[in-house]
Nanobody
């Protein structure tokens, strides 16, 4: 599957952005889609994930209550709605698709098979 992430940009602290992750080729079906981010000088970290079938969601503690992950089956697209953005949310955001992600590894980047190119989110103070 090929993933195309979009929606990043520059926003002031407290603002909102919605990222999209469109898939082409193989559909997600029974797998999961995750969002990860990597800030300058830091390792890539898990942000959120959603199981395509059933819609169960998972979030990093740092974004709980502020970010919402969702998907549109008909468009084969996943979304990350980000609210109350903080400067520390500044990073390149990547979406990833995993075809057989289990719960114990859903926050691990190695569990995912395909990655999008990343979209930059910059939050100014």
């Amino acid at each position: 599957v090929q993933l195309q992430a979009s929606g990043g940009g520059l926003v002031q602290a407290g603002g909102s952005l919605r990222l999209s992750c469109a898939a082409s080729g193989r559909t997600f079906r029974n797998g999961a889609v995750g969002w990860f981010r990597q800030a300058p000088g830091k390792e890539r970290e898990f942000v959120a994930a959603i199981r395509w079938s059933g819609g169960s969601t998972y979030y990093a503690d740092s974004v709980k209550g502020r970010f919402t992950i969702d998907r549109d089956n008909s468009k084969n697209t996943a979304y990350l709605q980000m609210r109350s953005l903080k400067p520390e949310d500044t990073a390149v955001y990547y979406c990833a698709a995993g075809y057989s992600v289990i719960l114990s590894t859903i926050q691990l980047s190695r569990a995912y098979d395909s990655w999008g190119q990343g979209t930059l989110v910059t939050v100014s103070s």
